[in-house]
């Protein structure tokens, strides 16, 4: 009878600390991916910062030529001008700013990562914060996210980033080459030259050689390639995404032709000696 009478009293204290703890909700599902058409831009003056921040992104070499060294645009890496789903997308970036950067080991604001871009994936110079220009940027950015939930912070959203990859994946450069040569040499060129059209507009971006990214850039590192590869690359390959654009190669093969061309020659970074002066810098840094 005593020991019931211990069971029982163990049950009421346990239900009364669990009933005292705070009830925490369920992850909610992420947001679908939805931007809005360039057709629904708002007319007047903010239409025409928005359009224009639309053609930077495009047309970035062209209109900024003193602030971009390599043969590169925005839309290189963030496909169809940041649209696209795992393609580097910019549905939910401005709420996500400020945030800690590791790179930086402090906060930044979306002004400062998009002149980070300048100065590697560009190789270029950073655009004074106030100019006409990085504001039109911030406005298009802004804009791609206006229909999503009013929140400050990083949103849940399908098909944000690039997605992930198996970095366990020991990167065969080798079989990487091969891998270049049988399915991206046709656009980027047999030595990573890439394409320039008549009128001097990139369209198919340099992978490596002094018109290419430099050393400093996200798309230097291995895995981060390999997560992009993965799922964009090649393009018009079948009937998946917006541009046809992956589902031909595995992970390993990704990772293989990653560690192929991000090692390959490109411009030095000096400024890489403050880059993670906190955080543990990644295994695959070029430096």
Sequence with gaps: MESI????????LVAAI??????????????AFAVPKDTDMPKGEAGEMILLGRRLMSETKRL???????????????LLAGKVPFGSPFLGTSPAFPQ???RAGREITLAERINGCFLRSMNGKPLPVESKEMKAMLAY????????????????IQGKGIGKINTDLVP???NGRKVYDRDCAI???ADGEGKIDARGETVFPPLWGDKSFNIGAGMARTY???????????LAHGMNGLLGQGGALTEQEAVDVAAYFSHQPRPDFPAKVKDWPKDPKPKDARY
């Design 64 to 78: 900024l030529p003193d602030h971009v060294g390599a043969e590169m645009t925005c839309a290189s890496c963030h």
């Design 18 to 31: 669990l009933g005292s703890l705070p009830a925490y909700a369920a992850d909610p599902a992420p947001i």
């Design 187 to 189: 656009c980027h060129g």
């Design 224 to 234: 981060t390639a390999a997560a992009f590869v993965y799922r964009n690359m090649p």
């Design 141 to 156: 950015m802004d804009w791609l996210s206006k229909d999503l939930p009013p929140t400050k912070g990083k949103l849940a």
């Design 100 to 102: 800690y950067a590791p």
């Design 5 to 12: 009478m211990r069971i029982q009293t163990a049950i009421v």
């Design 172 to 174: 065969d450069p080798v």
